[in-house]
């Protein structure tokens, strides 16, 4: 199957076919990579994002177990006084006076004895025991944190500690604890660079932030850890900030996904614009090909046709004047056809290397169709053919070269009297239209499908349908056409109904209008 850029092409399905197999096997190879690159980059992408998640996940509930070893550490320092006391056979009085006395991190000391102990709860961090709780009474609104107070001979007699405010507690010790305490913590996996990348949050029971380190950037990553102990009611939340890996694979992947998008579709630009050149070669090839078995088809005949007249006529192979005369005009005929032919090429080949120069001036319409009518007009006889010639005598002066303009007007009779069938009518006629003077040839012939108008004024084109078929030419003529008319600054059109005839038209500026239009083609 062929592709739908190579469809456009004119190029046997054989030659279609070897092209689509070469895009398949540049763009079928690429297209596989580019899909395996995507899918492996944002294979990679989503396992970072995973092991994120999962690694803040881990990291929330260590926050808020290093928060309860922060405050039994606390709570332990503040305590040494009191234990001292306890030491030295203090009373409860004594150890709650040496508790005030360090109390200045927390709310009021207070002293549990033992047999009192049963309303708090036990907990064992680091492999100390520490002592929480509410207040049975509830006079107090924040919680209790102790450590065990030893007497003299080393026996329990109590716990020893202060109430505090769990939320004030957090805001003032949450950066020490990630930034110094939580990368020393043993065990802990990642370590203090890792922690560098990380935002860790603390939110209270409603919702409402309490304290916060670094502002978090991934959040689709983040996780959260509800705290425990002295701090239940609080919740942890760790995301990725700016820095975080997750965040630097983001940028990575889409980086790479748009290197990928961009290579691939330069990658596909580049096979469409080699496949379309290599394919127009391909197709100029052909054309050139068919154009020199014209040509040498177009050279051959009238050789042939003046060689045959020649001879009988050397010969006196005739009985009378009028047809000796015939072959005289016939001579005549072909070798003006001949002449136009080689005019034809040569003009053309000019015409693209850039070396034909033009000389323009005033040209009046009626000069040049009187002209090319005259050098033409042996032939329209010959064949028979009735032309009607209407130029108005005040019509403006064109601008233009008036030797190209009539290779133009002859080009246009050639083809009329060619593609002509029953009906041998040519009309010529000239006017003004859009500002513009026109010069347009008209015959009654087979005329042209309407998808082929665009591309008959291609080099070496032509039309090989019907009764163009059985016509031979070189498929230079209107190719020329249109390579002269834009050359004046000017266009030609033309309007065909296949069986109804075509009608050509020369549109050029006129000679006193300073403008030049802008060359174009409409069909």
């Given at each position: 199957?062929?592709?739908?850029?190579?469809?456009?092409?004119?190029?046997?399905?054989?030659?279609?076919?070897?092209?689509?197999?070469?895009?398949?096997?540049?763009?079928?190879?690429?297209?596989i990579?580019?899909?395996?690159?995507?899918?492996?980059?944002?294979?990679?992408?989503?396992?970072v994002?995973?092991?994120?998640?999962?690694?803040?996940a881990?990291?929330?509930?260590?926050?808020?177990?290093?928060?309860?070893?922060?405050?039994?550490?606390?709570?332990?320092?503040?305590?040494?006084?009191?234990?001292?006391?306890?030491?030295?056979?203090?009373?409860?009085?004594?150890i709650v006076?040496?508790?005030?006395?360090?109390?200045?991190?927390?709310e009021?000391?207070?002293?549990?004895?033992t047999?009192?102990?049963?309303d708090?709860?036990?907990?064992?961090?680091?492999?100390?025991?520490?002592?929480?709780?509410?207040?049975p009474?509830?006079?107090r609104?924040?919680?209790?944190?102790?450590?065990?107070i030893?007497?003299?001979?080393?026996?329990?007699?109590?716990?020893?500690?202060?109430?505090?405010?769990?939320?004030?507690?957090?805001?003032?010790?949450?950066?020490?604890v990630?930034?110094?305490?939580l990368?020393?913590?043993?065990g802990?996996?990642?370590?203090?660079?890792?922690?560098?990348?990380?935002?860790?949050?603390?939110?209270?029971?409603?919702?409402?932030?309490?304290?916060?380190?670094r502002e978090?950037?991934?959040?689709?990553?983040?996780?959260?850890?509800?705290?425990?102990?002295?701090?239940?009611?609080?919740?942890?939340?760790?995301?990725?900030?700016?820095?975080?890996?997750?965040?630097?694979?983001?940028?990575f992947?889409?980086?790479?996904?748009?290197?990928i998008?961009?290579l691939?579709?330069?990658?596909?630009?580049?096979?469409?614009?080699?496949v379309?050149?290599?394919?127009?070669?391909?197709?100029?090839?052909?054309?050139?090909?068919?154009?020199?078995?014209?040509?040498?088809h177009?050279?051959?005949?009238?050789?042939?046709?003046?060689?045959?007249?020649?001879?009988?006529?050397?010969?006196?192979?005739?009985?009378t004047?009028?047809?000796?005369?015939?072959?005289?005009?016939?001579?005549t005929k072909?070798s003006?056809?001949?002449?136009?032919?080689?005019?034809?090429?040569?003009?053309?080949?000019?015409?693209?290397a850039?070396?034909?120069?033009?000389?323009m001036?005033?040209?009046?319409?009626?000069?040049?169709?009187a002209?090319?009518?005259?050098?033409?007009?042996?032939?329209?006889?010959?064949?028979?053919?009735?032309w009607?010639?209407?130029v108005?005598?005040?019509?403006?002066?064109?601008?233009?070269?008036?030797?190209?303009?009539?290779?133009?007007?002859?080009n246009?009779?050639?083809?009329?009297?060619?593609?002509?069938?029953?009906?041998?009518?040519?009309k010529?006629?000239?006017?003004?239209?859009?500002?513009?003077?026109?010069?347009?040839?008209?015959?009654?012939?087979?005329?042209?499908?309407?998808?082929?108008?665009?591309?008959?004024f291609?080099?070496?084109?032509?039309v090989?349908?019907g009764?163009?078929?059985?016509?031979?030419?070189?498929g230079?003529?209107?190719?020329?056409?249109?390579?002269i008319?834009?050359?004046?600054?000017?266009?030609?059109?033309?309007?065909?109904?296949?069986?109804?005839?075509?009608?050509?038209?020369?549109l050029?500026?006129?000679?006193?209008?300073?403008r030049?239009?802008?060359?174009s083609?409409?069909?």
């Open positions: 199957m062929s592709l739908p850029v190579l469809g456009r092409l004119r190029l046997p399905r054989s030659r279609q076919a070897k092209l689509a197999l070469l895009v398949g096997g540049v763009a079928v190879p690429a297209l990579l580019a899909g395996v690159a995507t899918q492996l980059t944002l294979r990679v992408s989503r396992e994002e995973v092991q994120t998640a999962r690694y803040n881990y990291l929330a509930a260590k926050v808020s177990e290093v928060f309860e070893g922060e405050l039994l550490e606390r709570v332990r320092e503040r305590s040494v006084s009191a234990e001292n006391v306890a030491r030295a056979g203090g009373d409860a009085d004594a006076r040496a508790l005030a006395t360090q109390s200045r991190d927390f009021a000391p207070l002293f549990v004895p047999e009192s102990m049963d708090f709860t036990l907990v064992t961090v680091d492999g100390h025991l520490l002592f929480y709780g509410n207040d009474t509830g006079r609104q924040h919680p209790y944190a102790a450590v065990l030893r007497g003299p001979g080393g026996e329990p007699v109590g716990a020893g500690g202060w109430w505090f405010n769990p939320r004030a507690f957090i805001a003032e010790h949450l950066a020490e990630v930034q110094e305490r990368p020393r913590t043993p802990l996996f990642g370590g203090l660079e890792l922690m560098r990348h990380l935002s860790v949050e603390v939110f209270d029971s409603r919702g409402n932030p309490v304290a916060s380190v978090p950037k991934h959040v689709e990553s983040a996780r959260e850890a509800d705290m425990e102990g002295p701090f239940i009611g609080y919740r942890v939340r760790v995301a990725a900030t700016r820095s975080g890996p997750v965040v630097l694979a983001q940028r992947v889409a980086v790479e996904m748009g290197l998008v961009v691939t579709l330069a990658l596909l630009g580049a096979t469409t614009v080699a379309r050149y290599i394919a127009r070669q391909i197709e100029l090839v052909h054309m050139k090909s068919s154009f020199v078995s014209n040509v040498t177009e050279l051959k005949t009238p050789i042939s046709v003046i060689k045959l007249a020649v001879e009988t006529l050397e010969l006196g192979r005739y009985r004047d009028e047809e000796r005369d015939k072959y005289l005009r016939t001579i072909e003006d056809k001949l002449a136009r032919l080689v005019d034809n090429i040569l003009d053309y080949s000019r015409l693209e850039g070396q034909t120069l033009m000389r001036g005033p040209v009046r319409m009626a000069d040049v169709v002209t090319a009518l005259e050098s033409f007009r042996l032939r329209l006889e010959d064949e028979q053919f009735e009607t010639v209407d108005p005598a005040d019509l403006p002066a064109a601008r233009g070269d008036a030797n190209a303009l009539q290779h133009c007007v002859l246009l009779l050639d083809n009329a009297l060619k593609y002509s069938k029953e009906q041998r009518i040519v010529v006629y000239a006017g003004l239209r859009e500002g513009m003077v026109s010069l347009s040839v008209a015959d009654r012939g087979i005329g042209i499908e309407k998808d082929h108008q665009g591309r008959i291609d080099k070496f084109t032509r090989e349908t009764l163009v078929h059985d016509v031979k030419g070189a230079l003529g209107l190719s020329l056409v249109d390579q008319m834009r050359a004046h600054h000017g266009r030609v059109e033309v309007v065909s109904e296949p069986g109804e005839g075509s009608t050509f038209t020369l050029l500026p006129r000679w006193e209008d300073g030049t239009p802008r060359p083609r409409s069909a």
